[in-house]
């Protein structure tokens, strides 16, 4: 093809797709200004569409005999299938098919013909071709605009999220007509919308559920805030579902650009209780708010109480929310229970509030990692209900008749605020007809068809995707239906050829499971067909991924993350970019100089320390106003004010009251007919028969590392997305992260506060354990283990088993280093072990390295008695040695003399001040027992870093926990590494 029209791609790559896209649904429609600075890009001297369509038009094979007119770009879009990552050819092409369907759609007429005169009229197409260009255009449409879909899914959503499909009817044309509803400007208006509905960012939300939602402002006079233009498409069908699905995904996307504007123009912003359900250490429940400000660093809430004011630290969250920093400090009763009012930030130009409710609906959203409040449940989708205990009765009454078998209370779990109940697995399957009462309104769905993808392991990723070793399962209700029929197809349309698996039942309900089918990475069709229809009524795309197709980044290297002695003073506890020639990677070292062991002595035998905990508890405050005692929230009886009737007032269907103290709005029948028409509905009870809803007992470490290995490197946001589907605690968070790092399958960066920021999983690599026995460190897949056990044959032995809930590769025998290497698999012909310890300077050299700064505001503090191993309220930062400062959060810190007369303290982690306050004591925490070969130190106090990597490359395991004895024991840890170590923590 010449190079007008190459130049013309990567112009049409450059700005319509290019990096400020990444995460946003992407359209190939231009408005006029866009094709301008394509044109002028790609040095097209004629930059109008004139000049567009003459190049495009350059590219396709009209008037030619025997030649197809798209010949050229269909075979172009052939060949890209085998490298996606490279521009489509047809993306020029697809932005003049686009152009033609705005046209089409602007003049309101939706029929075939009317696309294709369009086209004709732009390519400036004969009349003897016509019938050629549209019958070949049927031909290669799936091709060419699967290109560039293709094409944004290789880019994992870094060059925008494809929005090209048509899985419906009109599939020729559906696909241009897909690109040409939602206009650049018209997206403003939707985050508007989003912001007015106190919709959160990244919901994920039915179509059904959508367009009850905008369908009130579409019809209005005026549409605002959407414009004229999405008004007046609202008004025909296909152009409607095109609509909503547009908004779906921008809904998805929202960052929430917009709701501060919106939050900033009402009285008091409405902020959202979040609860994470925990498992680890113990089971619990914690609370949590979000805030709709987004958060540009340090910030604050002001919460608002009787005489005072209490000042909360808050963090930034995903999807541009804040929500506050620490909440052990703060009463879950008070985050649930009471009237929360206050302003965020320094100044009073942002309000936010919550008025509490006797029962609280939240749903699970993965972007969050959290159950977040929400106004009505959805169907179908996993959620927690929170209820006063004394409205136990009528919420178990209302989930026995329309939520999933399968629910329960989670009794007396840690957290749960005195006088309320928390039940878990409600999955809400049916309706009320009629009315319900006041307090169940939270249960009661606001539409009454769904198709929902729920459960499974979601990883995280600007393309919303599903672990392919634990997908969702498809749930499907439609009231009224007589059956559904739930369809599972490869690929991204309904072809009856690709139908992979189907569910057919009779009823309102059908639910198609998708675990064990051997579904392999790739997209999938889900579609929902209502009493035998042909045309499917739902539709979703179901993306599967593992470590088999990992994600891609355009910096991909061997090494993205290392130790380095050049790096700085902390460096054993921090890694950074792979600048520096030595270094630590994973298991793998490289230039790596001893330090020498002149003063080394041999590690004593560990002796169990008596642990004397004193801890009182921490005084929990209250941030919210209390309820008064005769509240409807406290006494269930609501007093609504309704407008008074006039003389001589025409009477209406229903009048709308408001709760004079809780403000709930409940609209009452105003005529006669309507409440006999309502009590009679209140009758009528559906009641679809469903599948229990079956939780699995035990989370699957494994599937969270191959998440991490699709991944492969990221913020610490997205590690915590990944492993909060095990459990949502930022405790859990950060002890699943420092295992995989200190057996070496990843790498972490930390901040000078010693939080990690980044983390990258290592290259494969075969660690020696002796007596021709390697252990696999660093990223795995299916297929990697599959082409390691066909490279060794029957020369060794590659077996499995489990380690610290992570399964374990070993291989004993022979290997083919060689063949081995080539495969992307490296092979060490000697243990790393002594080598990194022997490299890692005295814990002393650390204490001296870690930031200072002015002591914090704390609340309470606790000091770490050496003796014990445990930690003792303190009145005073007086003495020497490690504290814990509790303020909402925890900080830990050590004091030097210097520190004390200066007023500062060193700022480490829960690990290291520890071992710094021990070494000061002169009692080291670390022990050898003799009998077992093994590394003990108390439980809590595993050694940070490279320090317990030395150790634990020693066998390849991570540390084993005996939480009855109160100790962590790195196994199979020979003398000499062992010594070392005790060197380096002993001075």
């Not at 029929?485 to 639910?511: C, N, W």
């Not at 925490?925 to 030395?950: E, F, H």
């Amino acid at each position: 093809m010449d190079s007008d029209y190459t130049r013309l791609s990567e112009a049409v790559a450059d700005i319509m797709f290019g990096s400020g896209q990444a995460g946003r649904p992407v359209y190939a429609l231009p408005d006029a200004e866009t094709v301008r600075e394509i044109l002028e890009a790609a040095e097209i001297e004629d930059r109008t569409l004139v000049g567009l369509s003459t190049i495009v038009k350059s590219s396709l094979q009209l008037g030619e005999p025997g030649v197809a007119p798209f010949y050229w770009q269909g075979e172009a879009a052939r060949r890209h299938r085998h490298q996606p990552l490279e521009t489509p050819s047809a993306l020029p092409l697809l932005v003049v098919f686009s152009i033609a369907a705005e046209q089409m759609q602007a003049d309101g007429d939706h029929a075939a013909h009317n696309y294709y005169s369009r086209l004709h009229r732009i390519l400036q197409v004969p009349t003897s071709e016509y019938l050629r260009v549209e019958n070949d255009y049927r031909r290669v449409a799936d091709l060419l605009w699967g290109s560039l879909n293709a094409w944004l899914e290789a880019w994992d959503g870094e060059r925008g999220i494809p929005t090209a499909y048509a899985v419906g009817g009109h599939a020729f044309i559906g696909l241009p007509m897909s690109q040409a509803v939602v206009r650049q400007h018209d997206r403003a208006g939707l985050h508007e919308l989003f912001a007015v509905e106190g919709m959160t960012p990244g919901l994920r939300i039915s179509p059904e559920d959508m367009s009850l939602a905008m369908d009130p402002y579409a019809t209005a006079t005026p549409s605002l805030p959407l414009s004229s233009h999405l008004a007046q498409l609202w008004r025909v069908s296909a152009a409607r579902d095109r609509i909503i699905d547009a908004a779906c995904l921008e809904l998805e996307a929202w960052d929430g650009s917009g709701v501060e504007a919106f939050a900033s123009a009402r009285p008091v912003a409405t902020t959202r209780l979040l609860a994470f359900v925990r498992t680890f250490p113990r089971k619990s429940i914690e609370f949590n708010l979000m805030l709709p400000y987004r958060s540009q660093g340090p910030d604050i809430a002001r919460f608002k109480l009787e005489d005072e004011e209490e000042v909360v630290p808050t963090i930034s969250g995903p999807g541009g929310s804040t929500r506050l920093s620490g909440v052990e400090g703060i009463s879950g009763a008070s985050l649930v229970g009471e009237q929360l009012t206050g302003e965020f930030g320094d100044d009073d130009s942002r309000p936010f509030g919550r008025r509490p409710k006797r029962v609280i609906s939240l749903r699970w959203d993965d972007l969050q990692g959290a159950y977040v409040e929400i106004e009505h449940i959805p169907l179908a989708e996993d959620s927690i209900v929170l209820a006063r205990s004394d409205a136990r009765k009528r919420v178990e009454a209302h989930l026995a008749v329309h939520a999933r078998p399968g629910w329960h209370e989670l009794a007396e779990l840690p957290g749960t605020p005195e006088g309320w109940l928390v039940y878990k697995q409600v999955q809400i399957v049916s309706a009320p007809m009629g009315q319900v009462h006041f307090d169940l309104l939270p249960l009661v769905p606001r539409t009454r068809t769904s198709l929902t993808l729920r459960g499974g392991f979601v990883i995280p990723g600007l393309l919303r995707k599903w672990s392919v070793m634990e997908p969702p399962e498809a749930v499907a209700l439609v009231a009224g239906a007589s059956s559904i029929d739930v369809r599972l197809y490869r690929g991204t349309r309904i072809d009856p050829a690709a139908l992979v698996a189907e569910s057919s039942q009779p009823g309102e309900l059908a639910v198609l499971p998708l675990a064990h089918r051997d579904l392999s990475d790739g997209e999938y069709v889900v579609a929902m067909f209502v009493d035998d229809k042909t045309k499917p009524s739902s539709t979703a795309l179901l993306r599967l991924r593992s470590a088999r197709t990992p994600q891609f980044r355009v910096d991909d290297v061997d090494i993205r993350l290392v130790y380095s002695p050049d790096s700085s003073p902390r460096w054993p506890l921090t890694a950074g970019p792979a600048d520096w020639p030595d270094h630590v990677n994973g298991a793998r070292t490289v230039g790596l100089e001893s330090l020498g062991d002149e003063a080394a002595r041999p590690m004593s035998e560990f002796v169990p320390r008596e642990r004397s905990d004193s801890n009182p508890e921490l005084t929990k405050t209250r941030v919210g106003l209390p309820v008064a005692s005769d509240s409807c929230l406290v006494t269930g009886m609501h007093r609504f004010l309704l407008p008074p009737v006039l003389p001589g007032q025409t009477p209406t269907r229903s009048i709308k009251g408001e709760c004079a103290t809780c403000g709930l709005v409940r609209r009452f029948a105003g005529t006669p007919w309507a409440a006999k028409k309502k009590d009679v509905a209140a009758k009528i009870v559906v009641l679809p028969e469903s599948p229990p809803l079956i939780e699995a007992d035990e989370s699957d470490f494994d599937v969270a590392f191959d998440a991490l290995n699709h991944v492969g490197a990221g913020s610490f946001g997205v590690f915590e997305r990944i492993a909060a589907q095990i459990d949502g605690s930022e405790l859990f968070a950060d002890s699943f992260l420092r295992q995989l790092e200190v057996v070496g399958h990843v790498d972490a960066v930390r901040d000078a506060f010693l939080r990690v920021t980044e983390w990258a999983v290592n290259k494969s690599t075969l660690v020696p354990m002796g007596d021709r026995r390697w252990i696999l460190i660093g990223s795995r897949s299916d297929d990697l283990l599959g082409r390691l056990r066909g490279l060794v044959g029957s020369r060794a032995v590659v077996s499995t088993s489990v380690d610290a809930a992570l399964t374990r590769v070993e291989v004993a025998g022979d290997l083919p280093v060689a063949a081995l290497d080539k495969a992307g698999i490296a092979v060490l012909d000697a243990s790393p072990a002594k080598v990194i310890a022997e490299a890692l300077p005295p814990l002393s050299e650390l204490a001296k390295a870690l930031k200072r700064v002015i002591v914090p505001v704390y609340r309470s503090v606790d000091f770490w008695d050496t003796a014990s191993a445990s930690w003792h309220r303190t009145e005073s930062l007086a003495r020497v040695g490690a504290y814990r400062l509790r303020h909402y959060g925890s900080t830990y810190a050590i004091r030097t003399a210097d520190d004390i007369a200066s007023g500062t303290i060193g700022l480490g982690n829960a690990q290291i001040v520890k071992h710094i306050a021990n070494l000061w004591a002169n009692d080291p925490l670390v022990g050898y027992n003799s009998r077992s070969g093994s590394v003990i130190t108390p439980l809590g106090a595993d050694l940070p870093a490279l320090y317990g990597r030395a150790l634990a490359l020693c066998s390849g395991r991570a540390p084993r926990e005996f939480v009855n004895h109160r100790m962590l024991q790195y196994p199979s840890v020979p003398r000499a590494v062992a010594d070392v170590i005790f060197n380096r923590v002993s001075r």
